[in-house]
T-cell receptor
Framework: DAKTTQPNSMESNEEEPVHLPCNHS???????IHWYRQLPSQGPEYVIH???SNVNNRMASLAIAEDRKSSTLILHRATLRDAAVYYC?????????FGAGTTVTVRA | KAGVTQTPRYLIKTRGQQVTLSCSPI?????VSWYQQTPGQGLQFLFE???????NKGNFPGRFSGRQFSNSRSEMNVSTLELGDSALYLC?????????????FGPGTRLTVT
């Protein structure tokens, strides 16, 4: 399985943007980049995914490097409800391989 | 649209017993995956079913098994329970297999083995 590397933790202030990096240097041409987050005491929640182009949705933006070896999840204005563990995952077929993720703390 | 449902939400079993967990996917979703989450190992993939066929399996012993019915509902069974099987078991559904589709997770079943 292609692996991803994320920082263990990040802190942000409420209403400020959060940029979560992810390195995936062994990504293959058909791997999709997915982001999920897990709030305390809940199952993981889909955030966004992309293949080559940058993507935006109501939750976040995904910026993908031109060589696809890294990506960045952008939360435009962090709220207290965004405090969670964020997972960057590569998916080629149907199997999600979760790493340790990045624990995001949002300060009021 | 109703989300993924899992039953039961909490379960306490004794070592050596067996347990069956149930997952109902989102209507129209044909792929169901199972994951185990523990504090030490994090989220680990168990297996995935699509159209009643197991398409992939993680690195778990044969005590862990599953099946999918024609209505896409899925069950997971763990036989001869061990203390280390205590975990949150998560089910996720997707419209189809493939990296271009997102997975939707249920709330999980918290299994405690004593």
């Amino acid at each position: 399985d292609a692996k991803t590397t994320q920082p263990n933790s990040m802190e942000s202030n409420e209403e400020e943007p959060v940029h979560l990096p992810c390195n995936h240097s062994t990504i293959s041409g058909t791997d999709y980049i997915h982001w999920y987050r897990q709030l305390p005491s809940q199952g993981p929640e889909y955030v966004i995914h992309g293949l080559t182009s940058n993507v935006n949705n109501r939750m976040a933006s995904l910026a993908i490097a031109e060589d696809r070896k890294s990506s960045t999840l952008i939360l435009h204005r962090a709220t207290l409800r965004d405090a969670a563990v964020y997972y960057c995952i590569l998916i080629n077929d149907y199997k999600l391989s979760f790493g340790a993720g990045t624990t995001v703390t949002v300060r009021a | 649209k109703a989300g993924v449902t899992q039953t039961p939400r909490y379960l306490i079993k004794t070592r050596g017993q067996q347990v069956t967990l149930s997952c109902s996917p989102i209507s129209g979703h044909r792929s169901v995956s199972w994951y185990q989450q523990t504090p030490g190992q994090g989220l680990q993939f168990l297996f995935e079913y699509f159209s009643e066929t197991q398409r992939n399996k993680g690195n778990f012993p044969g005590r862990f098994s599953g099946r999918q019915f024609s209505n896409s509902r899925s069950e997971m069974n763990v036989s001869t329970l061990e203390l280390g099987d205590s975990a949150l078991y998560l089910c996720a559904s997707s419209r189809t297999q493939g990296g271009s589709y997102e997975q939707y997770f249920g709330p999980g079943t918290r299994l405690t083995v004593t």
